[in-house]
């Protein structure tokens, strides 16, 4: 997302190498819209050469409009890459374990090992919105940002800068098999896949992953040396089933790290650092005690979105609730609501920040109290601030979810920042398609969240039926 996850114009919906594309097409001329479109044509397809080694499977824009073909990033590689092949052993053996988890840079945290002897831990995003894994070779380069339409390409413009070494790096054999992955624009990662064993918390697995030896300069903000997927797969005869689909279902809590201060913190558990002390976790199999507020009891929300790429439930309402009690209705634009936890904040399409920001200005004005917007970047995503200098965290209203079969009341004290002196501000990530918020890390720490194969349920402080 990610998602490290996410990227300007498009929010990458990343199922392997699927990915969705927004925008308002209208507001571009022929060539703007000949730039895009050979930006999603790069975000579906790889590659394929039989005999390329890993390092020629970065090959130049030209070679790789000539051998278009729609291929998931964790495919074999064979000489004609016109049909899926389903690659490896396509395992579905069942995995029950608790898993520590831990927040930094604004997302959730997980600490695989790898190889046989395992190897170091290696500190990567828990993603459930996106299904590949993935990790840094010690050889990884960072390299210049790039559409992903110009990803692979040689030359690649190495940068004086090395990859996220300090957070650890897993060293394997070459393979022929490419591997390349997008969250953005510019947030593309390029390497090998090979097969390894894996050891999550208490769990030990076999699993192909992706052996990075490239890395977009952008990963250097969010220090992303590697990426455990948990997101669901659209077709499963063609890719390798990532852990959260070898589970009967699997529970995330995500405790917030630092009070009234969404997406900030470092909290890390103490299996990763001994003096750590978070208790963050993902229970696959189980349900393990949480401790955000409220959360022994659960809740169903009801059905995911059927054939959708990431895990999401139906979006039916959603309401500003003041403190007065008022209500302001926010226009019927949106019909999905995803959990990313590898997303920071809430994402929105663009033009929606604009509705919710307007009515909450218009409310505090009434409280004497005046606000103003203005754009920064969060994940390579573009982001809108709306600053209330004089307003508390207590000021601004409830953010009323009715998502399937429950109704989400969300607390500004999980998505409102408390700046001291300046105020309070609320920060909401832009780029996600038309009909469709991301609920990112910010909402897994007021939301004890249950992930199945069919379902999704929720627990904590502000969950009812509906």
Known sequence: LKPPCRGAGVLNYKNGSLHSLSGALGEYNIQQLLVMYRAFVGLLLLICSASASPKECIEGEEAMLMHLRHKSSLSSMYENCSAFVPSG?????TLTGLVELGFDFGVSRVFPRYGSPPGEMINSCFDTGSAATWVQLPS??????????????????????????????????????????SYGIGSTVAGFVTTEQVELGSMAYEQRIGAVRYMAKNFLRDEVPGIVGMGPLMDTSTQEPPPSLRAAYFTVCLPQCE?????????????FMPSGDY???????????????NSDTWISAGSIVEGFPLWAVPLHAMNLLYKTGQQSVVPAQLSNAVVDSGTALICVPSGMNTLLFESISESMLRQGVSCSESSTMVQALPASTLSCPGAGVVDWPTLVLAVGNVILNFDPRYFVRDNGEEGTAWTLQLGAPAGDIVLGAVFLNQFYTKFSKTEMSFAGEGVKEA
């Open 89 to 93: 052993d396509m395992t579905t053996s």
């Open 140 to 181: 990884c380069e960072i390299v210049g940002s790039f559409y992903p339409a110009d990803y692979p390409k040689e030359p690649l413009s190495p940068e004086n800068e090395t990859c996220h070494l300090n957070m650890g790096s897993f060293n394997a054999q070459s393979t022929k098999e490419c591997f390349s992955e």
């Open 259 to 271: 009070a009234n201060s969404p997406g900030q913190g470092r909290c890390l558990p103490s299996s």
């Open 279 to 293: 208790s963050g976790f993902a229970c696959f199999g189980c349900e393990h005690a949480c401790s955000v507020p």
